[in-house]
């Protein structure tokens, strides 16, 4: 326990230096929103895979895979290949054409005040749903490891919460993204450590390792021993609509990482569109090398530590953690949890930052005053408050799911949401020269509301006991992606068609073809 709170008070202390000094350096719109536009493209490929690999993906894939074997696995699979499209569609046009947000792309071209109020309604929404995961595995996380304290899971979330909050208040951007890189290298480095020991368990021998694998036991709902194969699919996704799920899933994840709002807004620290393009490149280096490893930690879990014992002890977040107490012992199980931690506030920080930015410089300086100069310092001051109220709301619904939601899946939503409503409209006005504000408004309007529709009413929440009180859920899947990204695509190019041509939108488009592919004038985007 004493190692456990060293690790932990020695990442926060660094931690809060780094906030320190990047106080100091964060006091301009240009510093505190995108670091001055200073980010190397390493750098900014640390960060990003460290907001990337958040803990959804150290505890959510884990556990998943720990618990459910192959199904478990296509998580990894479809978080890895999302980044083609962020690299091949909108890494470099996002770069060139925008200065803060997404939805400058979007004003660019078309009516700025609804197309960034919706995008900023659209950017805290996907935001907020991302960190409820990541406050959930905080508080699971925190509360396990110091339960000898009486720390509740309330207690533990609050305090993330309030780290998590001075890192953006203070820092911006610029302290976000070191804390991004430093979370990053800890992780890489504990789950190559965590691999390493699991295929030594086995002597190294993959036969043994995957024979395992093959007859993994554990005890059911109702106590009886059962034994199975976690090589073979349907320990998630069974009939009838087993197939659906996954294809919904595999439509959600791919799709929606290229409108992540915490993730787009990481093109923006860079100083051009060929840093943004390396920087992606080695983003996908790094987190491809940590989603094959993930095979090893969950199912490396499932076999040393068994399904029963992890249940028992903090539930399937905490595969990772317990698979690091039996091979490595209690201080290499401290390190796997300090990691964890410094996972999480990263990915609460990019995604706090990514809010508070929206509704700073979408939604009130440019709907609100109409992007016309305030006092000096004010859109920072507005993005500050923000945080506040986001970081508060993430909070206090992470306490009112409690510590067993499953973290990857509740990540997996807010990519369907971002799918849906962000996607299309990004796609369309980059590529798209008939796509107007009507489309945008559209696009984004019933991306949003499907997505949460279905959500609401599919099996997560609907049904006898849960949430919406039904004998059945009206909608069958777990994740409503192959539905709402669809609506969202339809809707964007219904209300095109039905929205009449917009002269100055089309003779924009060329302008913005230049700009996002040639990056002249970009620095005067937005």
Request: aromatic share 12%.
């Amino acid at each position: 326990m004493n190692s456990t709170l060293l690790l932990f008070s020695a990442f926060i202390a660094i931690t809060l230096g780094v906030t320190w000094w990047a106080a100091r350096r964060s006091s301009t719109a240009g510093a505190y929103f995108a670091a001055n536009r200073q980010i190397k493209a390493w750098q900014n490929g640390v960060a990003v895979a460290g907001d990337y690999m958040s803990a959804a993906s150290f505890l959510g894939i884990a556990g998943l895979i720990a618990f459910s074997g192959y199904d478990g696995f296509m998580y990894s699979v479809g978080w890895l290949v999302a980044y083609l499209t962020v690299l091949l569609v909108v890494a470099e046009p996002l770069r060139n054409a925008g200065k803060y947000t997404m939805a400058d792309v979007l004003a660019y071209r078309l009516n700025p005040r609804p197309v960034r109020a919706m995008a900023a309604l659209s950017t805290i929404t996907v935001s907020t749903f991302y960190m409820i995961a990541q406050m959930v595995g905080a508080g699971a996380l925190v509360a396990l490891l110091l339960k000898a304290s009486h720390i509740s899971f309330a207690t533990a979330v609050t305090a993330v919460g309030v780290l998590m909050i001075i890192y953006v208040v203070f820092g911006g951007m610029l302290a976000t993204t070191w804390v991004q890189i430093i979370k990053a290298v800890l992780l890489m480095g504990g789950t190559i450590l965590l691999s390493i020991l699991v295929m030594t368990h086995y002597g190294w021998s993959f036969t043994a390792f995957f024979g395992a694998v093959s007859h993994v036991s554990y005890h059911d709902a109702k106590g009886a021993v059962v034994v199975k194969d976690f090589l073979q699919p349907g320990g998630m996704y069974k009939p009838p609509y087993g197939a659906l799920d996954l294809i919904s899933l595999g439509i959600a994840l791919i799709f929606g990482t290229a409108g992540l709002p915490h993730i787009l807004v990481r093109f923006y620290t860079v100083p051009d569109a060929r840093t943004a393009r390396h920087s992606v490149v080695w983003a996908m280096a790094l987190i491809g090398s940590f989603y094959i490893m993930t095979t090893f930690l969950g199912f490396g879990a499932a076999t040393i530590v068994g399904r029963d014992f992890i249940d028992a002890h903090g539930g399937q977040n905490m595969s990772a953690p317990q698979l690091a107490n039996a091979l490595g012992g209690s201080f290499f199980f401290a390190f796997i949890c300090a990691v964890a931690f410094a996972t999480i506030l990263a990915v609460v920080a990019g995604l706090t930052i990514s809010a508070s930015t929206s509704f700073s410089h979408d939604f009130w300086t440019n709907v609100v005053h109409r992007g016309r100069e305030r006092n000096p310092g004010e859109e920072v001051r507005v993005a500050r408050i923000t945080a506040f109220v986001v970081g508060a709301a993430a909070i206090a619904i992470a306490i009112l799911l409690g510590p067993k939601a499953n973290v990857a899946f509740l990540v997996a939503l807010a990519f369907a949401v971002a799918a849906s409503a962000n996607l299309p409209v990004i796609v369309f006005s980059i590529f798209w020269k008939r796509f107007n504000t009507s489309g945008a408004v559209w696009g984004l309007g019933v991306g949003l509301i499907s997505s949460i529709g279905l959500i609401l009413i599919g099996p997560n929440l609907m049904g006898k006991g849960k949430l919406v009180d039904a004998a059945a859920p009206w909608f069958p899947l777990q994740n409503p992606g192959i539905l709402s990204v669809p609506l969202g695509f339809l809707a964007a190019w219904l209300g095109t068609l039905m929205g009449g041509r917009e002269s100055l939108a089309e003779s924009r488009f060329t302008e913005l073809q230049v700009r996002a592919n040639l990056g002249l004038g970009a620095e005067q985007a937005g």
